[in-house]
C-alpha cells in the first residue's frame, strides 16, 4: 500500500478484528478516506467517537450484510464520495448468539441455525463480491480481503464437530475463490483472499478460549498487525487463496 489517496472499507467496524482495523487504518497516512460499517447502533459508540475524531477521514454506513438491500444502499452511498476502492475487509461473522452455539453432535444439528450459519458467513461475504466489482475496477494493486477459519478447511478437519461453523467458512472459501476468477476476468487487479486470524481474545472467541495456550491467543492487535503483514506481500497471483495469520496458505 504505497500510494497515498487511498479509499478503504472496513465491514464490521463497530468492535472486535473490525475495530482493530479501524484503528490501523486510521493510522496509515496513505489511506485517506474510510468507510465503516456496523449493523447495531447501540453497539458502534467508539466506532462513532472515532467519526466525531476524524471527520474528513471517516463515514460510518449502517450495513447489514445478509440483507442484499442493505448491501446496496451502502455501497452507493459510497460511489457518492469516490469511485475507486483500494483495500476492503470483511470482518463480520457468527459463531455464537443467543440460542446459536456450535453443534458438538449430529442431534445437535437444526436447519434454522444452519441458514443463520451461511446467512451471515457464507452469503453476505458474496454479496459483498458482487456489488464492491465496479468499485475494484481500476488499474492500481487492491486488496479484498475475508476474515475466514482454519476450521473451515475440510483437509484440515480431523476433530469434527461445530458443522454450521465449519461448512459455513467452507462455503466462504469456495464463493470467493470463484469471485476471484471472475474478478481477474473483468480485469480487477483486486487481489481476493481469505484469512485465517488464529484465535484473537474477542467476543466470538471467549466462551471457548479455555484450551487455548496463552502464547497462541492473539490480542486484536496482534491479529490486525499480523494479518497487515500478510496483506502487504501479497501478489496478483495470490488472488483466490487461503492465508494464515503467519502467510502459510492453509489446505481447503
Known amino acids: 500500500m504505497n500510494h ?16 482493530g482495523f479501524l484503528y490501523k487504518c486510521l493510522e496509515t497516512p496513505e489511506i485517506s478516506t474510510i468507510f465503516a460499517t456496523y449493523r447495531d447502533r447501540p453497539s458502534a459508540d467508539r466506532l462513532f467517537d472515532l467519526s ?3 471527520p474528513h477521514k471517516l463515514t ?3 450495513m447489514d450484510i445478509t440483507d442484499e438491500s442493505q448491501v446496496e444502499r451502502a455501497i452507493a452511498q459510497i460511489q457518492q464520495s469516490t469511485p475507486y476502492l483500494h483495500f476492503v475487509i470483511n470482518c463480520v461473522g457468527v459463531l455464537h448468539e443467543g440460542d446459536l452455539q456450535p453443534e458438538k453432535s449430529l442431534r445437535q444439528i437444526d436447519s434454522d441455525r444452519l441458514i443463520r450459519y451461511f446467512h451471515v458467513n457464507s452469503i453476505g461475504a458474496i454479496l459483498l463480491a458482487k456489488h464492491l466489482l465496479p468499485l475494484f475496477q481500476h488499474d ?6 475475508t476474515i475466514s477459519a482454519k476450521i473451515g478447511s475440510i483437509g ?5 464437530g461445530w458443522y454450521g461453523y465449519r461448512a459455513s467458512k467452507a ?6 475463490r470463484t469471485a476471484a476468477i471472475e474478478y481477474r476476468r473483468k480485469r480487477s487487479r483486486a487481489i481476493v483472499v481469505m484469512l485465517h486470524p488464529g484465535t484473537t481474545n474477542t467476543r466470538l472467541s471467549r466462551p471457548f478460549q479455555r484450551n487455548v495456550p496463552p502464547e497462541k491467543l492473539f490480542s486484536i492487535e496482534r491479529t490486525v498487525s499480523q494479518l497487515w ?24
Open 156 to 160: 484440515d478437519n480431523n476433530l469434527g
Open 60 to 62: 460510518c454506513l449502517s
Open 52 to 54: 466525531r475524531q476524524f
Open 171 to 176: 462455503a466462504l472459501n469456495m464463493l470467493l
Open 229 to 252: 503483514e500478510v496483506m502487504e506481500t501479497l501478489e496478483e497471483q495470490d488472488s483466490g487463496e487461503f492465508f494464515s495469520w503467519d502467510g502459510t496458505r492453509l489446505p481447503w
Open 4 to 19: 497515498l489517496n487511498r479509499s478503504a472499507l472496513i465491514v464490521g467496524a463497530s468492535q472486535g478484528i473490525g475495530l
Open 140 to 145: 492500481d494493486r487492491s486488496i479484498f480481503a
